[in-house]
């Protein structure tokens, strides 16, 4: 079974630029995750997506982040204008459901940013 | 507010020592827990996980974990731990009451060949 795919595994910008990150979860996960981990920190929720439908956004910073999963497969989250402080790696993850009474959450590899 | 706490930021053993990695979670009602792991270069994954039934939960490559629910701790053991387990390790919390999944700042092992 193939693995959660993200793109791309690295990307430097100067703060206020914009950018995109990209994922595709396991074939019939209903759920997917955004995460933004900080050096020296755990995983923190971004948004939670069940299907096309948001399920939790209450962590994303909504003037600046904003993510879509328009057909409930593939999703994108977009930073816009970047910080300095936005520099993480962002992490995605699926489930087939979202009480993860199955295998649990699914990682990818992330996406390591740095804002200059 | 819903927390997860892993006090040991950086556990440094010799290969064969015992481990414990603390986990406390704070109080906010039925909650399930996971011990997740990230190897050198490689992405998060699941080591095991409590539901409900017994407390003693045992995972992958001879880990375990007890759910203490009088103490709000959901500890990783492992008797005899080997180089390969290098490695950051992460205690999280899904609490059924905000349906949100919430991780400890992760505990950094690293083992002495």
Redesign the interface.
């Known amino acids: 079974e193939a ?2 795919a993200q793109s791309p595994r690295y990307k430097i910008i100067e703060k206020r630029q914009s950018v995109a990150f990209w994922c595709n979860p396991i074939s019939g996960h209903a759920t997917l ?1 955004w995460y933004q981990q900080i050096l ?6 971004l948004i ?1 997506f069940q299907n096309n439908g948001v ?2 956004d ?1 962590q994303l910073p909504k003037d600046r982040f904003s993510a879509e999963r328009l057909k409930g497969v593939d999703s994108t989250l977009k930073i816009q204008p970047a910080k300095l402080e936005d520099s993480a790696v962002y ?1 995605c ?1 699926s489930s087939s459901s ?4 199955g ?8 996406t390591r940013l740095t804002v200059l | 507010a819903q927390s997860v706490s892993q006090h040991n930021h950086h556990v440094i053993l010799s290969e064969a020592a015992s481990l414990e990695l603390g986990c406390n979670y704070s109080y906010g009602g039925t909650v399930n827990l996971f011990w997740y792991v990230q190897y050198p270069g490689q992405h998060l994954q699941l080591l095991l996980k409590y539901f409900s039934g017994d407390p003693l939960v045992k995972g992958i490559k001879g880990f375990e974990a007890e759910f203490i629910k009088s103490k709000f701790s959901f500890n990783l053991r492992k008797p005899s731990v080997q180089w390969s387990d290098t490695a950051e390790y992460f205690c999280a919390a899904l609490y059924s009451s905000a349906s949100k999944i919430i991780f400890g700042s992760g505990t950094r092992l690293s083992i002495r060949p």
Not at chain 1, 40 to 45: D, T, V, Y
Not at chain 1, 98 to 101: F, I, N, S
């Open positions: 693995g959660v995750y020296g920190q755990g995983p923190k929720l939670q399920v939790d209450s992490l993850a979202p009480g993860l009474a295998g649990g959450q699914y990682f990818g590899p992330g």
